[in-house]
Structure formats: structure tokens, C-alpha cells
């Protein structure tokens, strides 16, 4: 062989040696582990040329391998959430997801499920969880409708129907005759009329009181409300005939007409507020007159006087003008037209507190004795139980403030439902005959026909038919989903390119995986210890969405490698205290840093641990000495760890 065909492999080599040796001299010198430095650099320039196998370097790579975590799987938000949701509406057509990763993270493989969910109405349009339904005497219907997203479908709609004896709210409106005869009566109100409001918030019921007097007589008390203008009650249309006592009938005697008297027409007053008093008009409420008096429906009294002491006083017994059949057919229609608007009305009879009578009608007495007034008691009475019986009310007695209340309270019980039929959108979906009473309640409804549910395009609307108590439907639940369309999904902000083409959610195609792992990830821009990637979807297509992250990935875990490589080097110094400058250990890495390693984020660990009392660096505000240096590490894939000058450096 002549010498110009000296193998390149050879001059290789022997160029290699000298460098080598060059290195070892100077690291040597320095302290460093040279063994380490020559596998890490002229080791692997040299497999490269001839092959060299050396199994010292061989085992550095194991170790280097090792500071690579096994691979993990980062399946949930930033807020720990495996599954977040987003809704897209008019005014928000966009929704962020955070997924935290470490930041020297190396990822494998990435996809994100996005799915449709279903959602879930369980209230009215109006809000309310529950509604309540008064139905009256006649067979009437009440409707609800649930309000459903435009593009709504729905999948399923069940609630519950209960029959009820108490109604969520009442309103109940006092009529009270305010004649001279009345003052026991007027007394006993005023007495328990808070007792009655205590007891009605004790059931839950949410009442209104209102106490009004018939014209302005002469007797009333300091609970009234106000008054029944006598023009208001003449308006009604009803014929009243004036006293007019003036025909003698014997020696200091006269007679007249029977007569009507505004401020004791119960029936009139009834028929006024019935049209007139603010009721609430919902078809939850139980609306209630209890009008109270001691004479007929036109009111009036007797119709013949003597002269007692130069004055002509009223004897006898009263008599009927004629009126009052008129004037009850009046209240009862006011009561119970429209259905929707019905009212319940309870009149009560006042007591017998005077003798002779007052009155001249017997009002009070035992109802067996009142019997017995063919042309007085017994007529009125007769007409008050045909005002109750028509509007669903009852007669009620006075006899003391104890039984008042107690009568009142037993007003607002109900009866439970009577033959309730339930329909969605037209469509019947229950039928149940006779009392829907508390053994019988609750009724579940649960529908699956598809052809009702398809009705349900913008809301359901469920209509109640009973009669005669109050019903509950309650503990709604319409599930749904909405078809969404052209979303887009990037991983950065607005500015990235979407991950792919559009995608559209279905009702027939309800989820779908969006591969994320050809995605540029955004972690070089991390410059601590987490790095949060922020996903976002984007459309403008009303609806909700499901999103769950799946993302595998491995990191070095360098910073803290190093923090504890730091520790024990600053150990091996016997914490500063030691003269002797030490190698204390390389760290070979698997590939070269991508992230800048400061002395900022070996610091910022040292402080999260509270580790700045054992080794502190006052110029980054951990402690008040500075006892580290690390130089700025990036794009190299060795690090070493010493302590010199009284500090631990890294470089």
C-alpha cells in the first residue's frame, strides 16, 4: 500500500484519539467526569465513522433513557374534569378547554371525542318546576308549555301528577255587611285575622286578605281594607227598593213596602268584588269570597215601626222585596264566569246577638229553629247555601272568633281532583276516573312515542282537564339534543389553523374523535413547570357539546432531576460549609433541551417546596444568601452539576 492510500477509517481514527486525549487532559483538570463527557460527544462522531461499540457509553444511554417518564395518558381538564361541556348561542359561538401537560412534554398521540349531550329541561317556560291547577266545579282545562331550544329533539319526556287538598296560593276577599248589627262579627274577624294568615304560611299556602265593608254604614273595625262603593254596587243592575215607612195600620203604627239597604246586600257585594277586587288570575290560585251578614242578598229589615217615645221604632219581622233571587243568579254568575276565573264563595250567617232581633230575619239561630221562619230566616239562609253550592263553596255559621278561623282554614282545603286527563300537544297521555286522592298520587308519565315526542319541535305544551280540586304536575324531565354544525376545533388560539375540516354533530352521528396528534403542539412557548394547551371549539350553530381529551405523552422531568441533583451536591458540600470544590454528577439527556432551563425555574421549584432556608438563592428572592448559579441551559443534551466558590452550579 503506498502511503497516499492510508484508509480514511484511519486517519479518522487517529484524528478522534487526539482529540481525545485533548478532552480528557482538560476536563480532568477541571474535575469533570471525563468518561462521561467522551461518550456523550466524540464517543458517538466515532460509531458513526468505524462502529465502535463501547459498553461503558452503552450503559450511559440506558441512563440517559431513563429520565424519560413512561409514557402517561393526560385524559382530563385543567380543572380535573375528564368530560367539559360547552353551550353556543348567539352571544357565545365559542368555548375554551385548558390541558395541562408538563412543559418538556414529548407527546405520542392525541385525539379529542367530541360527542353531543344530552340536555335536560325540568321546568316550565315560565320557570317554575311545578305547577299547580284549581280546577272549579265545571269541567275545565289548564295548559303549560315547556320550552325547548328551536332545534331541539327530543328523545324523552317524562313528569309526575299528583292530586292535592291544599292549593299553592289563595286570595281570599271579605264582604262584610257594616249595619249596627254587625259589631260581633266585624270584632271576631279583626281578633284572628292574624292567626289566620300564620296558620294559611304554616300549610305553605301563599295567601292574600282583603276585608271591604258594604257601603259605609256605621259599624266596622280596624282591620278593614276599605269599601264597597254604594255607585258600584247600583251599577250592577239590580232593582233595590227605598224604605218608605209612612201608611198608618193602627194607633201609632205604620207600615210600608218591603225594602233593600246597600250597606247589608251581601249578594251584590259579592257580585261586585267577584268582577272587581285584584285577584290574581293564574290557575294556581284559589280565589275566595266569604261575604258575612245578618240580613238577605238586597238587605233591608223590618217594615213596620210603633212610636216609642216620640220616635218610630221598627218592630217584627222583615219581609222579602223580591230582589234577591236576581241579585244571588248576579253573584253567581260573576263567580263562576269565565270557569278560568271562577270564585269560591262561603257565606256566613252572623249570630243572634240581640232581642228582640235587629234584623227581624232570625239570622243566627239553630238552623233547626230557623226552619221554623218560613218567610225570613229560613228563605235567606236557603239562598246563601244556592250561592255556595253553585261556586263550590259552603254555608258557614258564626259563633265565636275560635270557630271562625276554623272555618276559614277548612275554605281553603280542596277537594282532590275529579276524572283528570292529561295531554301533550294535543295528544292524551293519561286518563284516571274518580278522585285523584294521596293513595292514588303519584301518577308517573313517561312517554316514548316518538310521534309525540317529534310534536315537540319548540316546546311541549301539557294540558290538564279535571274538575272540582287541584292538581300538581311536577318533577319534569325533557331530554333533548341539537344537531351541531361546521365546528372547528384549534389548538391555540383564534389565530391557529383548525385541526381539520368541519365537523357536524348528529342526532344519527352523535359523536366523533378529532385526531390531534399532527397537530404543531404550542409547547415551546411554556416557560414553566406546566404548560397549559388551550383547545378551542368554535360554531356558530346553537346547541351544546361534550368534549373529552385524550393524550399520551412522556417528559423528561428534568427541572426536577436537577433540583434534587442540586440538593445532594449542596448535601455533599456539607451545605456550604465545605472548602473543596466538588464534581457531583452529569446528567446526559436523550435529546437536546428545546426549553431554555433557568435559574428562575430551579429557584421557583426551591420556593414551592419551601426549600429556601436549606439552600438559598437571594437573587431570585428564595432566602437571603446566594448559593446557586445555573447558567442558562438550551439545545444541549448534557448537564452538569458541581459546587464550587461556596455554590452549587449547573451548567
Not at 482529540?19 to 469533570?32: D, E, N, P, R
Not at 331550544?149 to 291544599?166: I, Q
Not at 227598593?241 to 201608611?247: A, K, L, R
Not at 261586585?272 to 261575604?291: C, E, G, L, Q, Y
Amino acid at each position: 500500500m503506498k502511503k497516499s492510500e492510508i484508509p480514511i477509517a484511519l486517519l479518522a481514527s487517529v484524528l478522534i484519539t487526539i482529540v481525545g486525549i485533548s478532552l480528557f487532559i482538560g476536563l480532568a483538570a477541571k474535575g469533570y467526569d471525563t468518561k462521561k463527557a467522551y461518550c456523550s460527544s466524540l464517543y458517538q462522531f466515532r460509531q458513526m465513522v468505524d462502529g465502535t461499540t463501547d459498553p461503558t457509553c452503552e450503559s450511559y444511554k440506558l441512563k440517559s433513557s431513563e429520565l424519560i417518564s413512561a409514557r402517561e395518558v393526560q385524559s382530563a381538564f385543567a380543572e380535573g374534569d375528564s368530560l367539559r361541556a360547552a353551550v353556543f348561542n348567539s352571544s357565545s359561538n365559542f368555548a375554551f378547554f385548558d390541558v395541562v401537560l408538563p412543559s418538556d412534554a414529548r407527546i405520542w398521540n392525541a385525539s379529542l371525542l367530541l360527542s353531543l349531550p344530552r340536555q335536560t329541561v325540568r321546568s316550565f317556560s315560565d320557570g317554575l318546576a311545578q305547577k299547580s291547577f284549581i280546577f272549579p266545579l265545571a269541567r275545565t282545562s289548564y295548559s303549560s308549555p315547556v320550552k325547548l331550544p328551536a332545534n331541539a329533539k327530543l328523545s324523552g319526556l317524562s313528569f309526575e301528577v299528583s292530586g292535592a287538598r291544599y292549593p299553592s296560593k289563595a286570595d281570599i276577599a271579605f264582604v262584610i255587611d257594616t249595619s249596627k248589627s254587625m259589631a260581633n262579627e266585624w270584632s271576631g274577624l279583626c281578633t284572628v285575622l292574624d292567626d289566620i294568615k300564620r296558620s294559611l304560611a304554616s300549610t305553605g299556602v301563599n295567601a292574600t286578605i282583603n276585608i271591604s265593608g258594604l257601603g259605609h254604614g256605621a259599624t266596622f273595625a280596624n282591620c278593614k281594607n276599605g269599601n264597597i262603593e254604594i255607585a258600584g254596587m247600583a251599577s250592577l243592575g239590580i232593582a233595590m227598593t227605598p224604605m218608605s215607612i209612612s201608611n198608618p195600620s193602627g194607633p201609632d203604627t205604620y207600615t210600608g213596602a218591603p225594602w233593600d239597604e246597600y250597606t247589608e246586600a251581601w249578594a251584590l257585594g259579592t257580585a261586585w268584588v267577584a268582577k272587581h277586587n285584584n285577584f290574581r288570575m293564574t290557575s294556581d290560585v284559589k280565589r275566595i269570597i266569604v261575604p258575612i251578614g245578618d240580613s238577605d242578598p238586597t238587605g233591608g229589615g223590618q217594615n213596620t215601626c210603633t212610636m216609642q217615645g216620640g220616635s218610630c221604632v221598627l218592630t217584627g219581622d222583615s219581609s222579602l222585596s223580591g230582589n234577591e233571587d236576581a241579585a244571588v243568579d248576579l253573584a253567581i254568575s260573576a263567580a263562576t264566569m269565565p270557569t278560568s276565573e271562577w270564585v269560591y264563595v262561603v257565606p256566613v250567617y252572623g249570630n243572634e246577638d240581640t232581642d228582640p232581633p235587629v234584623e227581624g230575619y232570625h239570622i243566627g239561630v239553630p238552623l233547626s229553629d230557623c226552619q221554623t221562619y218560613t218567610s225570613t230566616c229560613w228563605p235567606v239562609v236557603t239562598m246563601m247555601m244556592r250561592l255556595a253550592a253553585s261556586t263550590g263553596g259552603e254555608l258557614v255559621g258564626y259563633s265565636s272568633p275560635d270557630d271562625l278561623k276554623k272555618a276559614i282554614m277548612g275554605i281553603i282545603i280542596s277537594n282532590y281532583p275529579k276524572d283528570v286527563t292529561i295531554k301533550v300537544n294535543g295528544q292524551e297521555v293519561l286518563t284516571f276516573a274518580g278522585r285523584l286522592d294521596n293513595l292514588s298520587s303519584p301518577l308517573y308519565v313517561n312517554i316514548t312515542d316518538q310521534q309525540i315526542l317529534d310534536s315537540c319541535s319548540s316546546d311541549c305544551t301539557i294540558e290538564a282537564e279535571a274538575e272540582d280540586g287541584t292538581l300538581i304536575i311536577g318533577r319534569i324531565k325533557a331530554e333533548y339534543t341539537q344537531d351541531l354544525n361546521d365546528v372547528q376545533v384549534r389548538v391555540g388560539d383564534a389565530t391557529s389553523a383548525p385541526v381539520e375540516q368541519l365537523i357536524n354533530l348528529t342526532d344519527s352521528v352523535p359523536e366523533l374523535t378529532v385526531n390531534l396528534s399532527r397537530v404543531p403542539w404550542a409547547l415551546g412557548r411554556c416557560t414553566s413547570l406546566e404548560c397549559p394547551i388551550i383547545i378551542r371549539l368554535e360554531t356558530d350553530s346553537p346547541g351544546a357539546i361534550q368534549a373529552r381529551p385524550s393524550i399520551e405523552y412522556s417528559s423528561f422531568q428534568l427541572p426536577d432531576k436537577i433540583v434534587a441533583a442540586v440538593l445532594d451536591c449542596w448535601r455533599r458540600a456539607d451545605y456550604g460549609r465545605g472548602n473543596i470544590d466538588i464534581t457531583c454528577e452529569a446528567l446526559p439527556l436523550p435529546e437536546p433541551l428545546r426549553e431554555p432551563l433557568t435559574e428562575q425555574l430551579v429557584t421557583d421549584i426551591l420556593m414551592q417546596r419551601g426549600l429556601c432556608s436549606v439552600l438559598p438563592n437571594k437573587d431570585y428572592g428564595c432566602g437571603s444568601q446566594d448559593r446557586l448559579s445555573v447558567h442558562t441551559l438550551q439545545g444541549i443534551t448534557n448537564v452538569l452539576v458541581s459546587y464550587k466558590n461556596n455554590k452549587v452550579i449547573v451548567e
